[in-house]
């Protein structure tokens, strides 16, 4: 499995991102597939998940900011963060949620990527 993230940078208050993440090795139109976040000195942040049906989930201080998208002929998973705050900023990982009795939990981590770094910063 492998999850390549890319999209980051260094954006001004108020701006717009796009993360993508390329995925290989797995059957990605089988498989949900997760955003999540770790601001400097704190903790994983689960961001959002998309599910094999298009169906999503945010969360909830998250939502009406971000969008998550795919694109199964691509294997790419995309994260469109618009209004960034200075909050926004952190390590925004690709993932890919755990599965139990195949139920995905969605606000888990099984597999991430390396990360893209966003900076929200004037």
């Known amino acids: 499995v492998q999850l390549v993230e890319s999209g980051g940078g260094l954006v001004q208050p108020g701006g717009s991102l796009r993360l993508s993440c390329a995925a290989s090795?797995?059957?990605?139109?089988?498989?949900?597939m997760s955003w999540a976040r770790q601001a400097p000195g704190k903790g994983l942040e689960w961001v959002s998940t998309i599910y094999t049906d298009g169906n999503t989930a945010y969360a909830d201080p998250l939502k009406g900011r971000f969008a998550i998208s795919r694109d199964n002929a691509k294997s790419t998973v995309y994260l469109q963060i618009d209004s960034l705050k200075p909050e926004d900023t952190g390590v925004y990982y690709c993932a890919i949620p755990k599965i139990f009795r195949g139920l995905v939990l969605y606000r888990t981590v099984e597999v991430r990527g390396q990360g893209t770094l966003v900076t929200v910063s004037s």
């Open positions: 090795g797995f059957t990605f139109n089988n498989s949900a």
